[in-house]
């Protein structure tokens, strides 16, 4: 069985910086592409960064392009999402997700159960 557990969300000022970090188990970790996702109030769920199987391959939306960083450690069986110029809008409850298929919206992926983001202006 398959499980993901966020840590790392906190309430933080604007301009600030934190680092998210998944421990996945139940996985064959290197065979899996991960990714972070996040979920503001009323708002759709989004796909936030992605990181291949290997590592060598990454995706991030347009609105954290320079600011958040996708790395994994194989060895740990753990995802990390380093989050700098952290924005109020960036805001929101931020999920780990483990996948076989890189690309779509990984409707069959496992979830982790989620962690808090709060910029405050």
């Known amino acids: 069985q398959v499980q993901l557990e966020e840590s790392g969300g906190a309430l933080v000022q604007a301009g600030g910086s934190l680092r998210l970090s998944c421990a996945a188990s139940g996985l064959i970790f290197s065979r899996y592409h991960m990714g972070w996702f996040r979920q503001a109030p009323g708002k759709e769920r989004e796909s936030v960064a992605r990181i291949s199987a290997n590592g060598i391959v990454t995706h991030y939306v347009d609105s954290v392009k320079g600011r958040f960083t996708i790395s994994r450690d194989n060895a740990k069986n753990t995802v990390y999402l380093q989050m700098s110029s952290l924005k109020p809008e960036d805001t929101a409850v931020y999920y780990c997700?483990?996948?076989?298929?890189?690309?779509?919206?990984?409707?069959?992926?496992?979830w982790g159960q989620g962690t808090q983001v709060t910029v405050s202006s």
């Open positions: 997700a483990a996948s076989l298929t890189y690309s779509g919206q990984w409707q069959n992926a496992d």
